[in-house]
Nanobody
Framework: QVQVVESGGGLVQPGGSLRLSCVVT????????AGWYRQAPGKQREMVAD???????KYRDSVKGRFTISKDSAKNTVYLQMSSLNPEDTAVYFC?????????????????WGQGTQVTVSS
């Protein structure tokens, strides 16, 4: 019932910018935590950015100062603004969310992954 859909990926030249969106639909109450992860071919999936329910944000060192994670609670959407992109940023980017979901007799927390969106940085 809950769907997590990323968008905004594409081909960009080094130094360029992209804004990824992660839209969560379904019978949820709210997103209380979210993160962006990425995986390049033949490599391990790695955390890019994370925001918790208190608004605390963490970034991996290689993206600090270049990427910004944010959340629009009214739209149930998480964003990743990426700038100064370089070829090392090329990967499939996945959105991961912790949500409170409406169930028959109340609510419960769940974790979901999106299907990913491809980001390719190349000249």
């Amino acid at each position: 019932q809950v769907q997590v859909v990323e968008s905004g990926g594409g081909l960009v030249q080094p130094g360029g910018s992209l804004r990824l969106s992660c839209v969560v639909t379904g019978n949820i109450i709210n997103i209380y935590g979210a993160g962006w992860y990425r995986q390049a071919p033949g490599k391990q999936r790695e955390m890019v950015a994370d925001i918790n329910s208190a608004g605390d944000i963490k970034y991996r060192d290689s993206v600090k100062g270049r990427f910004t994670i944010s959340k629009d609670s009214a739209k149930n959407t998480v964003y990743l603004q990426m700038s100064s992109l370089n070829p090392e940023d090329t990967a499939v980017y996945f959105c991961n969310v912790d949500v409170y979901e409406r169930i028959t007799w109340g609510s419960r927390s769940y974790n979901y992954w999106g299907q990913g969106t491809q980001v390719t940085v190349s000249s």
